[in-house]
């Protein structure tokens, strides 16, 4: 006969994961977003400031730098690499926040017995402090202080 504990912890414990996992792809994809704006608004600065100098005064120069300036503007390369790095800056950084917590969810998920249960309890316990901590404001600074 099954008891409810094993399931209720196996529940909790993928109910942390999920949330830690949904929590990091939306943060991730914002910072991909911010650093992909950012890299590119610095890439642009770049190419304009550049086509915005002359060495000399050549008309075939100044067209060449116009050209070769309108190609770099079509680079797609400095926009991905500023996605990555942003999803990835983004990603770490909602992981490390949520480390308590998502250890807990494996420790549920991942063992049985006891440390299933404690695991879970972690799990719950984390969420009774976020809930306390962002949604009443326990122990948290007032940015008026």
């Known amino acids: 006969m099954v008891t409810i504990a094993p399931i209720l912890c196996k529940t909790i414990g993928a109910a942390g994961i999920g949330a830690a996992l949904y929590d990091t792809a939306k943060v991730s994809k914002h910072f991909a977003k911010a650093g992909k704006e950012e ?17 000399n005064l050549s008309y075939v120069s100044n067209a060449i730098q116009r050209k070769s300036a309108d190609l770099r503007e079509k680079n797609p390369l400095p926009t991905l690499w500023g996605s990555i790095k942003g999803g990835t800056r983004g ?8 480390l308590p917590a998502a250890g807990c969810a494996s420790l549920a998920l991942l063992t049985k017995g006891f440390l299933s249960k404690l695991g879970a309890a972690g799990v719950v316990l984390c969420t009774i402090f976020n809930i306390a901590h962002n949604g009443f404001g326990v122990a ?5 202080d």
């Open 140 to 144: 948290k600074n007032s940015p008026m």
């Open 91 to 98: 990603a770490l950084y909602t992981l490390c926040n949520w």
């Open 39 to 55: 890299a590119t608004a610095e890439y642009y600065q770049k190419v304009y400031s550049s086509t915005r100098t002359l060495d």
